[in-house]
């Protein structure tokens, strides 16, 4: 997979040009001794800019704008010299006061007469941008078989990383089980901005803020006031713009200003100019972050997906300082189960609380508490019957909502046998006695809860109004993994309850007696020697 920092040279044959530095009168004399035509973007053999062309210099600006140029026209290249990565990371550094004066963070290696020793144009915002734009688009070495071009400031053993580092954008569409891939650059495109000749305004009374205003109505919209209603705290922006079928380039053209001599038409003194658009780089904690997202094709399952990228990504080789963090659904799902299995542990302890109160017996609330959480196999069984996905969400719930029942079922199971027990009932009996007494209201508590969600278990949405039975629809959707873990969850649990809850008390019981039995032995052994 070929990386987007080390790129191919375009031929072994190439005139190499560094340490500009912003001296753009010495880079035009350069260019033209090479045979450069900077008007029609003609070489004699491809060029290659090794970096530092900003800073110190008196224009650093329109060094980057001529570099550009050639780049775009696809006869010349660039790689990324530490002057450049200094304005990407946002660093002061010696020279660089031009770029941004008061938004760079300061840096030990920054004097602050830098910017009276090197007198250099200021970068307008919009410039910003786009150097930062055409910055972030550079590799940091070109190759080809014969002939390597790289900065000083790079290291062999990084330029080594960058050409391991795998393209990931590449590298995620050649999975057929994604869709809409976006790699998070910006798409190319055209601006258009609006230069305003304020020697020609002045002479109609107009300004900048006159223009301003009124090609705002065009574009996003004038605001005019603010209106907040009684019920909200923030305030709603009141905009003032034209009709859609009005807010056109040819109304741009064609729209008049008012001025001291009445309506004038902006075209005299306004030029409209088509520009590259102004990219962006993001970043978080100061850190430069790109965003790779994607959606997944109909019918594959989201976390398989993200498991076989997440181990796509910790073999890749991405270099030194970059990290990767799967967001998104993984993110939200993370948390959902984080906060769901603090729930489950906070309800299991509140209930084991509650049952050791009341039976005073660890054996008993033991016997509660395996039943709720071996119902949560019932739970996976459903799922795997019914061909459904875990969510963490709805299924996590539906495990929790069982707890509730199983636990009612239990209570009334164990505490009936104890009943029996002191009334002085033989262990087995009692057992008999109380699945006798106990099996229907446990069966019918159980059978009223499955059968009241199992319509939704199944995709059918009732309308009792209307008499309309619909299966599938997507009201249905966001429940149906929630209705199979209590339909499935219960009956499972059910089983335990009638089943494996007598079974485990008549085992407690019988080893209560295999102890006794085996404690009065072993007194009765150590007495005969005694009473030799």
């Known amino acids: 997979m070929p990386s987007a920092l080390v790129r191919p040279l375009l031929d072994d044959s190439v005139d190499v040009v560094g340490d500009v530095h912003g001296e753009v009168a010495a880079l035009r004399s350069l260019l033209a001794h090479l045979g450069c035509d900077l008007e029609r973007a003609r070489v004699e053999r491809p060029l290659v800019f090794v970096g530092d062309i900003i800073d110190r210099g008196p224009d650093s600006i329109a060094t980057v704008e001529i570099v550009q140029h050639l780049v775009n026209a696809g006869v010349a290249q660039m790689i990324l010299g530490n002057h450049e990565l200094n304005v990407l990371e946002g660093l002061e550094k010696e020279g660089n006061g031009w770029f941004a004066e008061h938004t760079l963070r300061p840096d030990g290696w920054f004097d602050q007469r830098d910017r009276v020793e090197f007198s250099s144009r200021q970068a307008t915002a919009q410039e910003q941008a786009e150097i930062l734009r055409f910055f972030a688009s550079l590799p940091i070495a070109l190759e080809s078989d014969a002939l390597r071009v790289v900065h000083a400031a790079w290291a062999p053993d990084a330029i080594e990383a960058a050409r391991r580092a795998p393209d990931l954008p590449a590298l995620l569409a050649q999975r057929t089980d ?5 790699d998070g650059l910006p798409l190319p495109g055209i601006d258009w901005r609006i230069e305003v000749n304020k020697g020609e305004a002045a002479k109609y009374g107009a300004s900048v803020t006159t223009v301003g205003n009124a090609v705002q109505l065009v574009t ?51 030029e409209r100019k088509p520009a590259p658009r102004v990219g962006y780089i993001n970043r978080v904690a100061g850190n430069r972050v790109m965003t790779v997202s994607a959606n997944v094709a109909e019918g594959v399952q989201t976390a398989k997906v993200q498991q076989e990228i997440a181990a796509t990504l910790a073999k890749a080789d991405l270099g030194p ?40 017996k660890l054996t008993s609330v033991g016997l509660v508490l395996t039943a709720v959480v071996l119902s949560t196999f019932g739970v996976l069984l459903g799922l795997m019957v019914m061909g459904q996905p875990f969510g963490v969400v709805m299924t996590g719930i539906g495990v929790i909502a069982n707890a509730g029942v199983i636990v009612n079922n239990n209570i009334v199971l164990i505490d009936t046998y104890d009943r029996l027990r002191r009334e002085g009932v033989a262990a087995y009996d009692a057992i008999i006695e109380t699945c006798r007494e106990r099996a229907r209201p446990v069966v019918l508590t159980a059978v009223t809860a499955i059968l009241g969600v199992l319509p939704i278990a199944f995709g059918m949405n009732i309308e009792f109004l209307s008499r309309e039975i619909t299966v599938g629809a997507p009201a249905t959707q966001w429940w149906i993994n929630l209705s199979t873990a209590i339909v499935f969850g219960l009956g499972f649990a059910t089983v ?22 085996a404690g009065a032995a072993l007194r009765a052994r150590f007495a005969r020697p005694a009473q030799a």
């Open 178 to 182: 994604i869709r809409d891939l976006d």
């Open 220 to 270: 996003n919209g004038l605001k005019v006031t603010e209106y907040r209603p009684s019920h909200v705290d923030k305030a709603v922006d009141i905009i003032v713009r034209f009709p859609e079928d009005r807010r056109s380039l040819d109304q741009l053209d064609e729209l008049r200003v008012q001025t001291q001599v009445g309506h004038v038409p902006i075209g005299n003194f306004v």
């Open 321 to 360: 300082n970059v990290t990767w963090r799967l967001k998104g659904e993984d993110e939200e799902r993370a948390k959902a189960s984080a906060f769901l299995l603090k729930a489950f542990a906070t309800a299991i302890f509140l209930i084991f609380a509650i049952l050791l109160a009341q039976f005073n």
């Open 496 to 517: 335990l309850t009638l089943i494996v809850t007598p079974a485990a008390l008549m085992a407690i019981e019988n080893l209560r007696v295999w102890r006794l039995r």
